[in-house]
């Protein structure tokens, strides 16, 4: 996904509508954090910190600050959370299923953020982003990806640029 979409992309999935508050977290956690659904399905209250002056995330080995107004669907839903439904009671999961005790599925997310984009086509356009501005390491630990997945994002990245340069030329 080109850099100008993804800007407008995250645009939408920080102050639009076309999204519920819940599916708006797990788009900025995707579009924003480069995260696959199969993670983000299964984050905990535990993994989100909500603070009156800010909002972090663990993903990864690191502690993310969410800047606003990124973090206002995660505000939005702690001030509802735990889900006290009669499949989920007490439910600690930030996307809960339902299924009693379990988080949602990844391919039900998934296809509710289908309606607005390709949640893979985004993930894969931030992490070719993210290799241009920091090093592979950083990446890959605040992230929780590997350094040689990052490393093959940043390779991809590269050769796509040097084969844009070249058609420019």
């Not at 924003?32 to 984050?43: G, H, R, S, T, Y």
């Not at 505000?75 to 959370?81: I, V």
């Not at 985004?122 to 590997?146: M, S, V």
């Amino acid at each position: 996904m080109p850099a100008l979409e993804q800007e407008q992309l995250v645009t939408e999935v920080s102050s639009g509508t076309k999204l519920t508050t819940r599916d708006r977290a797990a788009a900025i956690l995707v579009v924003v954090f480069a995260q696959q659904i199969e993670d983000v399905v299964a984050l905990t209250w535990d993994h989100v910190d909500i603070k009156p002056t800010k909002v972090a995330i663990t993903l990864g080995k690191t502690v993310i600050d969410i800047p606003p107004p990124l973090d206002k669907p995660f505000r939005d839903l702690a001030a509802t959370a735990p889900s006290n439904t009669a499949a989920q009671p007490n439910s600690n999961w930030v996307f809960p299923g339902y299924r009693p005790g379990g988080h949602i599925n990844a391919a039900s997310l998934r296809e509710r953020l289908q309606r607005l984009f390709s949640p893979r086509a985004a993930r894969l356009g931030t992490l070719h982003e993210l290799t241009k501005l920091a090093p592979i390491a950083i990446i890959a630990d605040a992230l929780g990806y590997t350094t040689q997945t990052i490393e093959r994002h940043a390779r991809d990245a590269a050769s796509t640029y040097s084969q844009y340069v070249a058609t420019r030329q």
